[in-house]
């Protein structure tokens, strides 16, 4: 059942507050009931009860796209009579990690992910053949905000612009460690010391790594990662912007900092198949709602009469971590 937290419920003040910025000590948990005036037990306990209930899909990260992995956005114009079977096909693909019914004809949209580049084709490759339609596959071009992280109460705010990653700092021995995160860890009182034991680390190691990857921006957000729908946020659209090249950037950056414009980012283009390079996501609890955050999308002057359109989500069929490596 889809509904919305009460704002004064502190299930609303767990998930405001720790969708990012979860505290890298050895007892997390224990840290975020001191800042909430809970015990460590409590949190635990509610953090097992929402995600039983579909509400948080871990508490883990969030992974830079096509920095440890490789990743993109892809879509399937479905027939109406076969929706149920193709998004199954879809959804059992293991790379792909969300998938949603959209209103258009490209219907399908989800994202595939894989350890690189071949095995994303492979992946892409299987589900053409298994359904017989052809993908739309759109690789991420440049992010201006892909740090889905939203506070559940209170006035809409500017997300911010997404800082770039710091490649460099990749290592070899990340890649356990950001697929364990992107999976979720352990609820447990010392879930980084759980997490050390099945990667043959240590304690104070995987906390100084994960601390790393995050201030590089190789982990986009470490923390209560929230499905979004199952708290309420069930008006949710892609808006899409077909803009000239050089209109992009300036369009994306002003609309990145639009109150209620959740993630925001250049896609490749497919011409004469998917002209809309310029997309944004809008969360909201109705449509009326999402429709006042698009007005003021609309009247940006660097989006000043650019034709778009709107994708209404209508229905979610798999929302996981991403795949950064293949299971041993």
Excluded at 8 to 37: I, N, S, W
Excluded at 159 to 184: H, K, T
Excluded at 252 to 257: V, Y
Excluded at 279 to 299: G, K, N, Q, Y
Aim: one cysteine or more.
């Amino acid at each position: 059942m889809n509904a919305a937290l009460p704002p004064a419920c502190p299930d609303t003040r767990l998930l405001d507050e720790f969708q990012r910025d979860l505290p890298l000590v050895p007892r997390p948990f224990a840290a975020m009931g001191q800042a909430l005036g809970l015990t460590e037990s409590a949190v635990l306990d509610r953090l097992c009860r929402l995600v039983a209930a579909g509400r948080v899909t871990r508490v883990g990260a969030t992974c830079r796209p096509n920095t440890a992995g490789a990743s993109t956005l892809a879509a399937l114009a479905i027939p109406e009579p076969r929706i149920e079977e193709v998004a199954a096909i879809v959804a059992a693909e293991p790379g792909v990690n969300h998938s949603y019914l959209r209103e258009d004809d490209w219907n399908l949209w989800f994202v595939a992910t894989a350890p690189d580049q071949p095995t994303l084709d492979e992946s892409l490759a299987r589900i053409e053949a298994a359904t017989g339609l052809g993908v739309l596959s759109l690789p991420l071009v440049r992010p201006f905000n892909i740090d889905l992280g939203f506070p559940l109460r209170g006035p809409r705010a500017p997300l911010g612009l997404d800082r770039p990653a710091d490649l460099s700092v990749l290592q070899g021995e990340d890649r356990p460690l950001m697929q364990a995160l992107s999976s979720g860890l352990a609820l447990v009182p010392r879930p980084f010391a759980a997490l050390a034991d099945t990667l043959g680390r240590s304690e104070a190691d995987v906390i100084a790594r994960i601390a790393t990857l995050a201030r590089a921006r190789l982990l986009t957000r470490v923390g209560v990662i929230v499905r979004h729908r199952a708290l309420g946020w069930t008006a949710n659209a892609m808006v899409v912007w077909q803009l000239p090249d050089a209109a992009i950037e300036p369009a994306g950056r002003a609309l990145a900092q639009v109150p209620g414009v959740t993630l925001c980012y250049q896609r490749r283009a497919e011409p004469g198949v998917w002209d809309w390079p310029l997309f944004c996501m809008i969360h909201a609890r109705s449509r009326p709602e999402a429709m006042a955050v698009l007005d003021h999308a609309r009247a940006l002057p660097e989006l000043a009469a650019a034709p778009h359109k709107i994708l209404f989500s209508t229905r979610c069929f798999k929302q996981v971590g991403a795949l950064i490596q293949d299971a041993a």
